[in-house]
């Protein structure tokens, strides 16, 4: 438990919650990254600029706190192929699962979407299967 931080967890939490319930009241929109991504290639000009602003606005903001705050390292214990690897099945989940944590996790439940909660039991118990897997039997 060294890194339960559940002060910032919440602030952070809230961040996200308000972010996404903003951008569904004023643009109609929901907070999925994998959409919002997927919507710029290619680009389109009736909504392309939000969309910008939004990834901008994702990345400033991670970027803003990690230089005000120093931290936290981010270190990799894998090589590029397995990052690689592992990002393109992200990406390919995400397409078949027709959204990505944050679209099902953050809006569709909140919306209390049913393909939204199969989808985040979903995520949840196949990441927990390959921190099992991972650690116990094959000793990562």
Do not use: K, Y
């Not at 999925?32 to 939004?54: E, N």
């Not at 192929?81 to 099902?104: D, F, K, N, Q």
């Not at 979407?113 to 039997?137: D, Y």
């Amino acid at each position: 438990m060294e890194n339960f931080t559940p002060i910032s967890a919440l602030i952070g939490g809230a961040l996200i919650g308000l972010s996404a319930a903003i951008l569904l009241a004023m643009n109609g929109r929901l907070a999925g990254i994998s959409g919002i991504m997927a919507g710029l290639v290619p680009p389109r000009q009736d909504d392309g600029a939000w969309r910008i602003l939004f990834i901008v606005g994702l990345i400033g903001g991670a970027g803003g706190w990690l230089a005000l705050t120093g931290g936290p390292v981010v270190a990799f214990d894998v090589g590029w192929p397995a990052l690689v690897i592992g990002g393109l099945l992200t990406g390919i989940g995400t397409r078949i699962g027709a959204g990505c944590t944050s679209g099902h996790g953050v809006c569709g439940l909140a919306r209390l979407s049913p393909r939204s909660i199969v989808a985040t039991v979903t995520f949840v118990a196949v990441g927990g299967l390959t921190v099992f897997v991972s650690r116990h039997l094959i000793g990562v």
